[in-house]
C-alpha cells in the first residue's frame, strides 16, 4: 500500500522560509499528480498547489502564488514544497497526496476529495 509522509514543518516567524518534503513509498511516482493541501483550525481543507506527473505543469492557491514552489524528484520518489514568506495566515496542518485519478493539478487541487492522503505537518507562522 502507498505511504506517505511528510517531514518539515515546524515554528517559524513571518516572512521566513520552510521547505516540506514528501516521501512517497511502494509506488511509482512517474505517472501521477500529487498535491500539497492545508487545513487551517476551524477551516475546511483546501488546494495549496498541485503538480502533474513529469512535472511540466502546476497550479498555485491565489493565496500562495509568487511565495510557494512545488518541485518533484520522481527518482527520489520525492516532493517538494518550498514556502517562502510566509505569514501567520499560512499556518495550518500541510499535506501531501498522491492523485490516483491522475486528474489536471488545477481540478486536482480544486477536488479534494479521491486524493491518497499522509498524515501532515504542522507549519506555524508566528512571532
Known amino acids: 500500500q502507498v505511504q506517505l509522509v511528510e517531514s518539515g514543518g515546524g515554528l517559524v516567524q513571518p516572512g521566513n522560509s520552510l521547505r516540506l518534503s514528501c516521501e512517497v513509498s511502494?509506488?511509482?511516482?512517474?505517472?501521477?499528480?500529487i498535491g500539497w493541501f492545508r487545513q487551517a483550525p476551524g477551516k475546511e481543507r483546501e488546494g495549496v498547489s498541485c503538480i502533474s506527473s513529469r512535472g511540466g505543469t502546476s497550479y498555485y492557491a491565489d493565496s500562495v502564488k509568487g511565495r510557494f514552489t512545488i518541485s518533484r524528484d520522481n527518482v527520489k520518489n520525492t516532493v517538494y514544497l518550498l514556502m517562502n514568506s510566509l505569514k501567520p495566515e499560512d499556518t495550518a496542518v500541510y499535506f501531501c497526496?498522491?492523485?490516483?485519478?491522475?486528474?489536471?493539478?488545477?481540478?486536482?487541487?480544486?477536488?479534494?476529495?479521491?486524493?491518497?492522503w499522509g498524515q501532515g505537518t504542522q507549519v506555524t507562522v508566528s512571532s
Open positions: 511502494r509506488f511509482n511516482l512517474d505517472y501521477y499528480p
Open positions: 497526496a498522491l492523485d490516483l485519478s491522475r486528474r489536471s493539478p488545477r481540478r486536482g487541487c480544486a477536488e479534494v476529495s479521491d486524493w491518497n
